[in-house]
């Protein structure tokens, strides 16, 4: 209850601006919507209730990018759009759960529940290839499982696009990312599907390979992606 309180006081002093850069120990509200579809450009209208957020490049020398992460709920599932400034695509991978994380990809964690050091991780590339993982971590030694029955009301909806200065031309100007995670999939994860008032901890990152090896995060973390205590907090509206 007083983990709860805490939550819901953070929560009131978060600032839900049209963009905002979120400090460390952060709260992200999310609102609830209708199931909706989507095309990977980020048109649909479910979006305008959600605000963006935007993450903050940690390592490397690569190009000064801006990313940012919208994000929503719903009775089946969650939904998330990533909005990545590039001006070139470094993606040559054109299979599900090869090592996106080699070349250009977005990344998001769930931990749902803080008990059991066990969350859900899922990369996609600009190139619309997808790894949805269940992670083990036990104390820093960690290794994903791929789901089983992938299929029917487990299976990821997930669409990409690369936008262009003219249409049909050479020129990037980035690329954006929207899928949706069907609570069916994240079981045998606890506290879900998520009600009003429930809390995950989560984090979001963008890898891209420009020039050198950058990376941007919305909590920072130390060791690797995988520093799950360092997560920050979703409060499910």
Not at 32 to 59: E, P, Y
Not at 182 to 192: E, G, R, S
């Amino acid at each position: 209850m007083l983990r709860l309180l805490f939550v819901i006081h953070l929560c009131c002093l978060y600032n839900q601006s049209s963009a905002v850069t979120t400090p460390a120990d952060s709260v992200w509200r999310v609102k609830k919507t209708q199931d909706f579809q989507f095309k990977g450009d980020g048109s649909a209208s479910n979006w305008n209730q959600a605000s963006w957020v935007k993450l903050t490049q940690r390592k490397g020398n690569g190009v000064a990018y801006q990313t940012q992460v919208k994000l929503l709920y719903s009775e089946t599932g969650i939904y998330c759009l990533f909005q990545c400034e590039d001006t070139k695509i470094t993606a040559t991978l054109k299979e599900d759960f090869a090592d996106l994380y080699k070349e250009d990809v977005i990344e998001v964690f769930f931990w749902t529940d803080e008990k059991t050091p066990l969350y859900f991780e899922y990369e996609l590339s600009p190139l619309n290839y997808e790894l949805p993982i269940l992670v083990p971590n036990a104390d820093g030694t960690f290794f994903g499982w791929r789901p089983w029955h992938y299929e029917g009301d487990r299976k990821t909806r997930h669409a990409t696009h690369i936008s262009r200065k003219t249409s049909g031309g050479e020129a990037v100007t980035g690329w954006t990312a929207e899928f949706f995670i069907p609570y069916a999939l994240l079981k045998p994860l606890q506290n879900v599907p998520p009600k009003p008032g429930s809390y995950w901890r989560a984090n979001f990152y963008r890898i891209d390979y420009d020039k050198e090896y950058a990376t941007w995060t919305w909590q920072p973390v130390k060791q690797s992606f995988h520093d799950y205590k360092r997560y920050g907090t979703l409060v499910f509206e």
